[in-house]
């Protein structure tokens, strides 16, 4: 069976949502311990959101020393797929696998919605189950959620293709560009600040076409690596 | 006992949401005139003896790979603070 293993950080909340996602995708979750630098032979990484060390510093910024990074950064550049969350979306920032970086809201506020996304890139691991275009429904919940970078970075991101998901109808925190998400250059590593995990199961996640709490878009980034990596 | 003091701040061209919600208020308690505020962190690092050029140079480093991002943040000032006992004067 597929391994994905699921890193807890010292004030991460949602590793066990993120566990519980990798289940009913059908692989099996491997908790992996911050202060452990054995990846366990796992197939792929996800990195929940929460609080990592209480956000102090930066968000993320104390956590990319952990020892589990050491192990999950070098495995990254070998093609490891790694799915960043929110928090863990943070956490890649701080470690440079991914460009740019979070900042406050630019409303300064929590934002707690039920997000309209689009899909950008459906040539991922963690997006290959979707279409390019694709409009999908996810819960964001932040409080340092405006993705910055500099000019460069950014029009190096959408030339290359490297924005995952992008915001739709409302842009909830400043974000550049409306990105919700991007990719490194070989698409293994995907941050992303809404989160997928909460959106798995009719009767748990966001409103969708059948109804209320229906909506189960999240799923399917937790297929798709099962499809890229048993095919 | 000495110090080092270590200035980070937000990157000109980041907009500094906390500046601006700080500037916002100064005028609700009467305090005109501030048409701009940018808010940073100051750090400060002891060690057990004098800053030397080592201690200095192990600051700058810590100021440049943990204290800040450098895609979001710039380190302003990394100094030895003069310290309050007389015996570290001038050891820096």
């Not at chain 1, 908790?31 to 929940?48: T, Y």
């Not at chain 1, 959620?145 to 950014?154: E, M, S």
Request: hydrophobic share 40%; charged share 20%; aromatic share 6%.
């Amino acid at each position: 069976m597929t391994r994905i293993g699921v890193v807890t950080f010292p004030g991460t909340l949602d590793d066990r949502d993120a566990a519980r996602a990798v289940r009913i995708a059908g692989a099996q979750p491997v908790s992996l311990w911050h202060a452990d630098d054995d990846l366990h032979q796992v197939d792929a990484v996800v990195l929940p959101g929460g609080f990592s060390y209480g956000d102090y510093l930066r968000a993320g910024a104390i956590s990319r020393f952990a020892p589990v990074m050491t192990s999950v950064v070098a495995a990254a550049g070998r093609g490891l797929p790694v799915l960043g969350i929110c928090n863990g979306f943070q956490v890649l920032t701080e470690s440079h696998l991914l460009p740019g970086s979070m900042v406050k809201n630019d409303h300064l506020h929590f934002v707690c919605r039920e997000q309209q996304l689009v899909v950008e890139n459906d040539q991922t691991p963690w997006t290959s189950d979707f279409t390019a275009g694709e409009q999908i429904t996810i819960p964001l919940k932040n409080q340092d959620g405006q993705y910055v970078a500099d000019a460069a970075t950014l029009a190096r991101l959408e030339d290359e293709g490297r924005v995952v998901f992008r915001y739709h109808e409302t842009n909830p925190n400043g974000s550049r560009h409306d990105i919700a998400g991007i990719c490194n250059e070989a698409g293994n590593v995907v941050g992303l600040m809404p989160h997928p995990e909460h959106a798995v199961e009719p009767g748990f996640g966001p409103d969708g076409p059948s109804g209320p709490r229906t909506g189960t878009d999240g799923l399917r980034f937790f297929t798709s690596v099962l499809t890229t990596l048993v095919g | 006992m000495g110090r080092v003091v270590v200035d980070v701040m937000p990157k000109p061209e980041i907009l500094d949401p906390q500046g601006k919600a700080v500037a916002r208020a100064l005028p609700r308690l009467g305090i005109d005139g501030f048409v701009s505020v940018r808010q940073g962190r100051r750090f400060e690092l002891e060690v057990d003896g004098p800053v030397t050029e080592e201690v200095l140079a192990a600051a700058r480093q810590a100021a440049t790979t943990l204290l800040s991002n450098p895609v979001i943040e710039d380190v302003v000032h990394v100094a030895a603070e003069p310290s309050t006992e007389p015996s570290a004067q001038g050891a820096a």
